[in-house]
Structure formats: C-alpha cells, structure tokens
C-alpha cells in the first residue's frame, strides 16, 4: 500500500484553509491545518509531514518567517508559498530562501495538487539520495584523513597549502597507503568541493579508449564532462602506456577537448590531481615515462607514508576501521570502537606491508571472526598469522626486529617531542634515558632539525 503524501496547510483564513484541506484529502493525502505560523512551528516538533503549503501575508507570523524559522530548526520539507498580486516580489525573495515555489491568489485546484505531488516527489528523492549516501558511506573504508603522527601532520600540512590553488598535485606512495584519501581531502578543502569528485584508473586506459572514457562519445558523458567544475583524479598515473601518455601530454598543453562527434571543441574547468606508486623518475630514466609529462604532473608533489612510518595514527585508523567493517557486514552504522591496549599492541607489532588497505582487510576478517564480540588480541593474532601464510614480502621481513625495533625506537623520540612542544630534556625524561644520550638516538634514526621541529609543533 502506497503511503499517502503529508501535507501541513498553513493560513490564517479558515475558508480557505479548509477548502485546500478538502480539495487534497479528496486526492488521498493526509493533512492537517495550522492557523499561523507560530501554530505550524508546534505541529511540525510532534508530526512529520512531506510538504508544507504556507499563506505569505498572515497576522501571526507570515510565510516568510515560518520558511526561516524551520530551515533554522533544521526541517528541509519542501514549502509552497501562496501570494496574493501585490506581493510576487516577495514570494520571490521566499523562493530566493529556499521554497519549491510558489502559487498565486485565487488559488487553481489542480495547480495546487499538481505542485504538492511534485514537492512530495523531491522529498522521496531527497530522502532516497541520503539513504544512499549512509549506504555508501558504509561500503567504503572511511574517508577521514588521520594524522597525529609527525609524517602525517606534514601531508596535512602540504594539503592545507595547496587546496586554495589550481595547482597539479602529484600524490606519492607505496599502494595501500591511503593516496585517494589524500586526493578526496585535497578536494574537500578546495573552492571546488561543491563541484564533482571522479577518479580515473588511467593503468587501464589503451590509446583506442582514450577519447570514448575521457572526452566522451555520442550518447555517453566523457569523464572530463563530469570533472567540470570539479577536481578530476589520474589513479595508477605511474602504469600509464606510452601512447596514452603522449595523448595525456597534449591534452594538458592545450587545456581543450571535443568529445567524439561534436564540432566544437570545449574547454575544461578541472582540477588535476595524479596518484602513483611508482617512482616516477626512474620510470623516465628507464625510458618508460616522458619526462615532459612528469613535469607537468609533478608540480606540487605530496608523499603518503607507509603505515610503518605513521604507527601513531594506528589506534585511530583501526578503530575507524573496524566500524566500517561492522556497518558493512551487519548492514547498520556503527560508532567508531576503540580496540583495547592488547589488541592494539598486537597490530603495532606486525610490519604492514601492505600499508592502510591490508590493515583494513585483516580488521575485517576480525570483524567477521568475531561475530559481534569486541575484536581482543587472541582474534587479531589468528587472523595475522593467515595473513603471514598469504603475505608476498620475502619470508620473514615483517619479523625483522631490529627494523621494527627502529621504526618504534624512532616514533617514540619524535612523540615525546611532540608531546613536550620540543622541550627536549622534558622528553628525554618521558624516554627514560639520559638526557646525554638523545644526541645518539637522534643520529642513530637520522632524525633532522627540521622533523623535530615540525614534531614539536604539529
């Protein structure tokens, strides 16, 4: 059974009021009236409605009033504003505040239920498009950049200072590090937040496919088309073939493009922002990347740590982690949770080879090992040893302790900086050691002025 369309009618005249109330309930929709302004505020805190039809010149508070009082109190029901001749200037500056529209005086009856059906239908769409959102936002590791440890504060830094630009950003790191995440918050940041985000896996493109995936055919939306006024994003740039990056090359040059079977050529209003795994430079000194494409992607480079250089960011990303996994697999949002100290210990303890996404999948195979009962150590260590038998690093090099002795050793001597604002025999106190022996420590991890300057104020 269909649901019937809610509808609160506001105005202070009874006859008409009443009228419109009879005229919708005869078209099956659930109504209830309100004399003013005040009156509808009230109802609407006790009873949900799709569609609120509102007088604009009322005594007790007009139409005007009641679109800001409930946009202010957070209702987003679309609102149909009636306005007599005289006042279609304000019914204008109603519609400016944000009302679906507006009807004039003598009310058409089938213009009313015409307008109220469609309003009613940009409500199920808006309240279809937010359930989508929650849907998505629960099948994607989340997007939250975490950056308490000192090589992370500096991507949050690098940025924070390039966002405000147009700037090319080439965005560097081992694979599983988190190199969208960095782009999406470049995005997010930027004056084009409000235009499209589109990602483009360029490893996969052929110079045939070239034109139909990114400038468009007839009938089908080139992926610069979408970018437009927003920022577009060249994943895998690094595994791009060598006719698709001459074809690239002249495309950033000349800044136009037409889309197959259209005349006239357009010109693109994107953002570029390139990602990689690859070391660029010994690409072109290999002959396998064009040096003049490298220096027009490489204009403002930001290099993503491995997640064995940010292990004060594991605690937070875990726990992020291991909420998305619940709200994917029981299908509900969860809070994020926080892993006990053992449980955290025990990730802290393994190398991570595979950075950000191999944290995620193995907090997911705990997640479903465990069935709903928090994640403790005994879970995480069974899962990793799986993950050990499947691991393609060379046997043994996540068990290499001096290598993760040195990379905790180092992490440490720069959160005790961070947390003592650089007051060095302050942290030397939180290490237990000598304030004589920092010297050694901080050559032994070639730890620069600069590092711990940014530790201490970050």
């Not at 493009?257 to 922002?273: C, F, L, M, T």
């Not at 005994?378 to 993760?404: D, H, M, Y």
């Amino acid at each position: 059974m269909t649901t019937k369309i809610g509808v609160l009618i506001v105005d202070d005249e009874p006859y008409v009021r009443d009228s419109m109330a009879e005229l919708l309930r005869a078209e099956n929709m659930r109504v209830v009236t309100a004399a003013g302004a005040a009156e509808a505020l009230d109802v609407l805190a006790k009873k949900r409605f799709d569609v609120i039809v509102t007088d604009l010149k009322m005594p007790s508070g007009d139409g005007l009033m009641l679109l800001e009082e409930s946009r202010a109190a957070g209702i987003t029901i679309p609102i149909l504003v009636i306005t007599g001749v005289g006042t279609v200037a304000v019914a204008v500056a109603a519609m400016k505040a944000g009302a679906f529209d507006f009807l004039q005086k003598p009310v058409d009856p089938d213009e009313l239920v015409l307008l109220v059906r469609r309003a009613a239908e940009r409500r199920d769409l808006e309240v279809e498009v937010a359930s989508l959102r929650r849907v998505v936002a629960r099948l994607v590791p989340p997007q939250r950049l975490v950056a308490h440890s000192p090589a992370m504060a500096r991507v949050r830094k690098h940025i924070e200072h390039v966002a405000g630009t147009d700037t090319t950003v080439l965005v560097r790191g081992e694979s599983g590090t988190g190199k969208e995440v960095v782009a999406a918050e470049i995005h997010r940041l930027s004056a084009r937040v409000r235009g499209p985000l589109v990602m483009v896996d360029v490893a996969a493109l052929t110079e045939e496919g070239f034109d139909p995936e990114l400038t468009g055919s007839r009938g089908r939306r080139g992926r610069l088309t979408e970018a437009q006024g927003g920022t577009l994003v060249l994943d895998n740039v690094g595994a791009m073939a060598p006719a698709v990056q001459t074809r690239f090359l002249r495309f950033l040059e000349t800044r136009g493009y037409k889309p197959s079977g259209e005349a006239r050529a357009r010109e693109s209003d994107v953002r570029w922002i390139a990602t990689t795994s690859e070391d660029l430079k010994q690409r072109v000194a290999q002959g396998a990347f064009r040096a003049d494409l490298l220096f027009r992607l490489d204009v403002f480079p930001i290099e993503v740590p491995p997640l064995r250089e940010r292990r004060e960011d594991l605690p937070e990303l875990a726990a992020l982690l291991v909420a998305a996994a619940r709200a994917r697999i029981s299908g509900s949002e969860h809070p994020e949770t926080p892993l006990d100290d053992e449980a955290v210990e025990t990730l802290l303890s393994y190398g991570w080879p595979g950075n950000v996404r191999e944290l995620d999948n193995v907090l997911e195979r705990a997640t479903i090992v465990a069935q709903g009962r928090p994640i403790d150590a005994e879970i995480l260590r069974s899962v990793l040893e799986i993950n050990f038998a499947v691991k393609t690093t060379p046997p043994g090099a996540e068990l290499n302790l001096r290598r993760n002795l040195d990379v905790l050793e180092r992490g440490l001597v720069l959160k005790s900086i961070n947390r003592t604002r650089g007051k060095k025999r302050e942290a030397c106190d939180l290490l237990g050691i000598d304030a004589r022996n920092l010297g050694y420590y901080l050559r032994k991890h070639k730890i620069r002025e600069d590092e711990m300057k940014q530790a201490a104020e970050s």
